[in-house]
């Protein structure tokens, strides 16, 4: 994939911020997606490191080689672009980097918009161009 | 693809459209230009790539081993694109699907999230 500069007119990064704590519990770190600008807790139920959006499944491109590692330095907002299936059945979300072209794989989490990943799910099948004979041979 | 053969030499600048690679997974011998010109990235009878370069930093890769086709993504323009990922080293790559790209292996690769799908898909109705 060539590799293009995506001019944002909104550079603001995705940065943690503190919300007042109401219980004293430790879910206290939120980040504000720069995809659809919801304010995301960074800890839910059944969802251990979040990394995308739960609504419009939007990241950010904090990771270098390792999931998790936060080892990169261009912060660029990465879209999801693509689902695959991991052997054991586990939908995985393929994530490209606008500002630098990187591509990241990443889990779905429990509470990630259901019709948003059908929506990836569904988007080769909506192209018109796809040979209907070949589906029918499937 | 590991090796590059180039039936002649006569022309070290130019690609030719003799030279040919052999799939690291099925084994098949491989044009390197498609026939609408375009050079290939990956074998059209599997699928299979060769992990020779370097997303992260760019460049060429030492690492040589076998990526996996593993999704299909589709550009805003409606091409689709073939994501590979290296059995050794995990890494991704993207690169467009080619006009005599195996279309069984393309779209069984296209359905497969929804043959599994993590959630009902009747709740969904018509999308
Ligand atoms: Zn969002
Ligand atoms: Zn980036
Ligand atoms: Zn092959
Ligand atoms: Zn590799």
């Known amino acids: 994939m060539p590799r293009r500069k995506v001019r944002r007119t909104d550079r603001r990064p995705q940065r943690a911020k503190d919300l007042p704590d109401r219980r004293g519990s430790a879910h206290t770190d939120a980040f504000r997606c720069v995809g659809c600008r919801l304010d995301v807790p960074l800890s839910a139920p059944g969802t251990a490191h979040r990394n995308h959006c739960p609504h419009c499944l939007t990241s950010l491109h904090v990771d270098r080689r390792i999931p998790g590692d936060r080892d990169a330095d261009c912060r660029g907002r990465m879209e999801a672009m693509g689902l695959s299936v991991r052997p054991d059945g586990e939908w995985m979300l393929i994530h490209h980097c606008l500002e630098c072209g990187e591509l990241s794989v990443n889990r779905i989490a429990g509470d990630d918009n259901p019709l948003a990943l059908l929506r990836m799910a569904v988007r080769p099948l909506s192209d018109s161009r796809v040979p209907v004979r070949v589906l029918l041979t499937l | ?127």
């Not at chain 2, 030492?62 to 550009?75: D, G």
Request: hydrophobic share 35%.
């Open chain 2, 1 to 127: 693809m590991s090796t590059t053969n180039s039936s002649s030499s006569s022309n070290p600048s130019g690609f030719l459209r003799t030279e040919t690679f052999t799939c690291v997974w099925c084994g098949l011998a491989v044009t390197a230009l498609t026939p609408d010109g375009h050079r290939r990235n990956h074998c059209p009878s599997c699928l299979h790539s060769c992990h020779v370069l370097d997303q992260v930093d760019g460049g060429p890769s030492e690492c040589q081993s076998r990526m996996t086709p593993i999704s299909i993504a589709v550009l805003r323009n409606g091409d689709w694109m073939v994501i590979h990922r290296c059995v050794r080293c995990d890494e991704l790559t993207a690169n467009r699907a080619q006009v005599d790209d195996n279309q069984l292996i393309l779209m069984r690769l296209a359905v497969r999230p929804l043959a599994q799908p993590p959630f009902p898909l009747e709740a969904f109705g018509a999308l």
